[in-house]
Structures are given as C-alpha cells and as structure tokens.
T-cell receptor, first 115, second 114 residues
Framework: AQSVAQPEDQVNVAEGNPLTVKCTYS??????LFWYVQYPNRGLQFLLK??????LVKGSYGFEAEFNKSQTSFHLKKPSALVSDSALYFC?????????????FGQGTELSVKP | DSGVTQTPKHLITATGQRVTLRCSPR?????VYWYQQSLDQGLQFLIQYYNGEERAKGNILERFSAQQFPDLHSELNLSSLELGDSALYFC?????????????FGPGTRLTVT
C-alpha cells in the first residue's frame, strides 16, 4: 500500500538552530514526494518536490529535503530556523494508481520555533 | 496566493442539512481534487475530476457528491450532515501534461455542523 509516515507529532527548535522534520514513505515504483506547509487558518502551501534527479532538493523559504531511497525517507531540513517557520508541515506522496493523481499525506508535524 | 479560490470561507449549519462548497481552479488547470482535513482523520483525499469527468475516488461518503462544470469550476455537495462532517475542506488543482503532479491548494472552506 502507498503510505507516508511522519513519526513526530511535534518538533521544537530554538531560533537559529538547524531543523529536521522527518518523513518516510512506502510506495510501489518511483516515488513523487512533496512537502507542504500549513499556517494557522490558511491553506496548504507547496514547499518543494522530488521527482527525479539530485537527491537534495531545494525549495521555498530556505527549506531543502533529502531523498534517501535505501532508507525510504524524505526529511525536510533548514540550516537556521526562524520563528516564522512555526507551522504544520505535511509530507505527501503522489498515488498514480487507477489513473488518478491524488496525494497521500502524512499525519503532519507541528514545528515550533522559539526565540 | 495559489490561484485556486474557494467559497465560502466559513460555513455553519445544522445536522441534517445540505451544503455546497465551490472551487475555482487555476486558469488552465483541468484537474480538481477535493480533500477533507479533520482532527481525527488528518488530510484525506475525497475525489478527483479531470476536464468534467470523475477520475478517481477516495473515502468519500455516499452522502457526498461532486461535479466539475464545463467552465472547470467544481462543487462539492454534502448532504444529511452529521457532527462528524465538521472539517476543513480543501480544493486543489493541477495542470495537464508533464506537470500534472503539481497540486495547488485553495484556502479551504471550514464547515462547522452544530
């Protein structure tokens, strides 16, 4: 079955420190992986994607993610966290079965960055 | 701003009622997806339309239905509402062709059933 797991419900980081939000996936075939961010009372905003190519993907707002095929992981990273990064982060994988293209989301990780 | 619009932003209604949520995709996007976000279920795919035709179905209740019109806007109809239907409903759109994997989300409609 296609699935995505985010093992941490919450991640707490001090401003200026590096942050990592973890994601592992299970798919048949090559994965199309995504990270989205949701700020309070807002919709989902696209951060970055991995389709093919370089395992280190750079995205919006200084975020990057590392695709690791052997560990089936796609962790989101940022070298220096900002208080404004505090939000809910979702990892997702595209499900190509049945001619559809829906996204399967992880349960989300609440990132809290303290000054 | 993703370019996807949803109306209304908020909806409060009573159990047993019927509501319609509306979505306008980005200009030129042919696919529309509906997702439900709730505290207990997380973000769940409901249904996808492509150029007016149903393409894929998720865990959508029989009380729920959707359609995509010739101008490509979509409506999600929820009937016989229950308290558990209270959630944030998102619409997303994606282009055709090689970038079909990109999904752009609207701001959502928050439904409260009392």
């Amino acid at each position: 079955a296609q699935s995505v797991a985010q093992p941490e419900d919450q991640v707490n980081v001090a401003e200026g420190n590096p942050l990592t939000v973890k994601c592992t996936y299970s798919v048949s075939g090559n994965p199309y992986l995504f990270w989205y961010v949701q700020y309070p009372n807002r919709g989902l905003q696209f951060l970055l994607k991995y389709i093919t190519g370089d395992n280190l993907v750079k995205g919006s707002y200084g975020f990057e993610a590392e695709f690791n095929k052997s560990q089936t992981s796609f962790h989101l990273k940022k070298p220096s966290a900002l208080v404004s990064d505090s939000a809910l982060y979702f990892c997702a994988v595209r499900d190509w079965r049945n001619q559809g293209g829906k996204l399967i989301f992880g349960q989300g990780t609440e990132l809290s960055v303290k000054p | 701003d993703s370019g996807v619009t949803q109306t209304p932003k908020h909806l409060i209604t009573a159990t047993g009622q019927r509501v319609t949520l509306r979505c306008s995709p980005r200009s030129g996007d042919l696919s529309v997806y509906w997702y439900q976000q709730s505290l207990d279920q997380g973000l769940q795919f409901l249904i996808q339309y492509y150029n007016g035709e149903e393409r894929a179905k998720g865990n959508i209740l029989e009380r729920f239905s959707a359609q995509q019109f010739p101008d490509l806007h979509s409506e999600l109809n929820l009937s016989s509402l229950e308290l558990g239907d209270s959630a944030l409903y998102f619409c997303a759109s994606s282009p055709a062709g090689g970038r079909a994997y990109e999904q752009y989300f609207g701001p959502g409609t928050r439904l409260t059933v009392t």
